[in-house]
Every structure is written in C-alpha cells, then in structure tokens.
C-alpha cells in the first residue's frame, strides 16, 4: 500500500532486529502477487506471479539485503562484501551506498547482465571481474571475510534469509493461506531455504493452514542439486543462476524433501520460451533466471506433479530491464522508414 514502510518496519517482530538496529531500507518488499491468467488457463491450476523485479534494485535480493546491511551497520562494519551474479551485488551496492559504507564485488567476468553491472557502478562499487565462475568468486569472498574487516553479505549470511523469508509472510496474507505449490528458480539455493523458513514460521504462527510444496527448478547446465554432483563449468543462458556449487545445497534438500516436493532441471530453449510468454502473454517482463520457476512449473504440470486445480505461486525473481542485451539481440531486428505515413502503415500491415 502507499504506505508500506519497507520489511524491517512491517516485519521488524519476525526478524533479528532490536530498537538499536540502525534501519537501512530503500522501502523493499510489498511486491505485487498478480494473477496470471494465460497461465492459469494453460495448467488448469490457479497461478499466481510474485514480481521480485518490482523490488527497489529490480530483484528479490533487496529483500535480504535491508537486514544483512542494517546489521552490518549495527555491527560497526564499515565495508559489506559479496560475490554475485550480478543481483547480489547490484543490491549490495545500492543498500551501501544508502549506509554509507564501502561496498566490495567479485563477479564472474563477462557472466554478469549489462543492467546488473551498470548497477553496481553508478552505485559507487569497487567491482572486480574475476576470471572464474560465481563459485569462485565466492570461495574468494569468503576467504576476504575471514581474514580482513569487511562484513559477507551472500546469502551464507543468515540475516539475507531472514529478509528474503518475508515474500513467504506477504504471500501468506494475500492468500489467506500458503498457495499449495511454490516455484522459483534456485541458483545458490538461499532463496529457497528462505521461503522454506517463512512459509514454516507463519504456519507454526498459525497464520497459513498448510505449507506448499517447494518446486526449485535449476538450469540443466547448472544443475547440481539434480544431478547430486557439484558442476565445475556451469553454462546457461540464465546467468544468475549460473552456479554449480551452491552454498545453501543442503537446506535446499531440506526443503524439498519436508514439503514433499522437487527440484529438477529445465532446458535453455524451455527458460526462453517460458521468458517470451511471460512478456508477450501476461505483460510479464522478466530475466532469463526468473523464467525458469515457470518453466518447471509447465512440466512439472506435464509430467503430473502438480496437478490441476492446485493454487501455485511462481516467484519471478529479477526484472526483464536488468538484461536488455538479450531481449534486444533476440528479437526481430526493427525496420527503419522514412518519415511518411503510407510507409509506417505499409510496414505494421495495416
Ligand atoms: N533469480 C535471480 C534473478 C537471481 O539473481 C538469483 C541469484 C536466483 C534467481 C537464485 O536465487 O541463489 O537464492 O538460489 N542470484 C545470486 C546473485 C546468485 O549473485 O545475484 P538463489
């Protein structure tokens, strides 16, 4: 609503705050749950789209990112560091630089969306390609963190789940309960442990009646969790989850297996059509990564896994504008025309 005060401030009971933690927010969460109907109609099912991209960086990480800086803050910190995929660090940028404090970034080079690494610069990041994939570059991270006095703001950091666990609370109380079914795309595996401990924590509260069962769905050239194999050279289109060694892999497991659901794999070609009906049939603009949860939600709806009828939210994760390069050198190439009405008309075919 227009007066959503951002998750520390509507959630601040549910998380690891106190009256002195020093509140860093850009107002983050309060995203919209948007029916999808073209969806909704192709499954049988009643879905719904939790728009992560409507979020203050464009993903869902600035829902993690409000607790994890506002602690480091109160924890004295005066530099955060993580390792990303591009979302990671462009919301790390942003919450630091709203603090006040030195932001530091590894990311995988050449592996990052345009729009992400525009992020982090015009955000004042002190950012460094590394030649090496994410998991690299979290190795390194982690190592930074131990032994120099910057504060690890990845998701193996508790207080980014805590954050991310409140699109679970919103869900919860737009439906008047848990939806049967979750999908989202898993790359490091936090946003799904997250979600696992929101949805938990609002049924032990009493607030939902159930719990969903958890579809995470990974790109099938970086899939280790399906495979049950860490993956040393990850590809996929979707970079954000371009990750073969995740770091929440067991709590990934956790979930699905308490929930009684799944993680499997879908295929680049399946991310990108998923991607196109998501634009051009819900109005839906998305990055690659996010289309992955309705990728696996359409053949986990094939293969009988979700059945007709069930109510299942899709978290799409990030915005379509963080990664323009694709949509543009994907589509038809715009014709030019003079200035003339005769020629437009002739071109759009009217
Ligand atoms: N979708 C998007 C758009 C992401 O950026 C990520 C992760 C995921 C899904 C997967 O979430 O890692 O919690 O399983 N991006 C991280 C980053 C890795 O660095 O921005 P996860």
Not at 56 to 84: H, L, N, Q, Y
Not at 101 to 121: N, S
Not at 342 to 347: F, I
Request: glycine share 10%; charged share 15%; hydrophobic share 45%.
């Amino acid at each position: 609503g227009g007066n959503w005060r951002g998750l520390i401030e509507e959630f601040g009971d549910r998380l690891p705050v106190t009256a002195d933690t020093p509140v860093v927010t850009l107002r983050e969460g309060g995203t919209p749950l948007l029916p999808a109907p073209a969806l909704s109609q192709r499954t049988g099912c009643t879905v719904y789209l939790k728009i992560e991209g409507a979020n203050p960086t464009g993903s869902f990480k600035d829902r993690g990112m409000t607790v994890a800086v506002s602690k480091a803050a109160e924890e004295g910190a005066k530099a955060v560091i993580c390792a990303s995929t591009g979302n990671t660090s462009a919301s790390a940028a942003a919450y630091a630089a709203r603090a006040g404090l030195t932001c530091a970034v590894l990311v995988p080079q050449g592996k990052i969306a345009l729009g992400k690494l525009a992020q982090a610069l015009v955000h004042g990041a002190k950012l460094l390609q590394v030649d090496g994939n994410f998991d690299d570059c979290l190795a390194l991270a982690s190592k930074l963190a131990l032994d120099y006095p910057v504060a690890l703001v990845n998701s193996v950091n508790p207080y980014r789940l805590h954050g991310q666990k409140t699109a679970a609370f919103e869900i919860v109380a737009a439906l008047g309960d848990a939806p049967d079914v979750h999908c989202l795309p898993v790359g490091n595996a936090g946003n799904i442990t997250a979600y696992w401990m929101g949805y938990t924590e609002d049924h032990d509260a009493g607030n939902a009646k159930q719990r969903p069962r958890m579809l995470g769905v990974q790109a099938a050239g970086s899939a280790p969790i399906v495979n049950g194999a860490v993956v040393s050279q990850p590809q996929t289109i979707a970079t954000a989850i371009r990750i073969g060694n995740p770091a929440s892999w067991t709590k990934a497991l956790d979930a699905r297996d308490a929930s009684g659901g799944d993680i499997r794999a879908v295929s680049d070609r399946d991310i990108h059509r998923a991607y196109l009906l998501l634009a051009r049939s819900e109005g839906v603009f998305v990055e690659l990564a996010s289309a992955a949860s309705v990728a696996g939600l359409l053949t986990a709806v094939t293969d009988g896994t979700v059945a007709a009828g069930s109510t299942v939210v899709c978290t799409v994760t990030g915005h379509g504008l963080k990664d323009p390069d694709w949509a543009v050198t994907t589509a038809p190439q715009p014709q030019t025309i003079p200035v003339d009405v005769e020629a437009a008309a002739r071109s759009l075919g009217l």
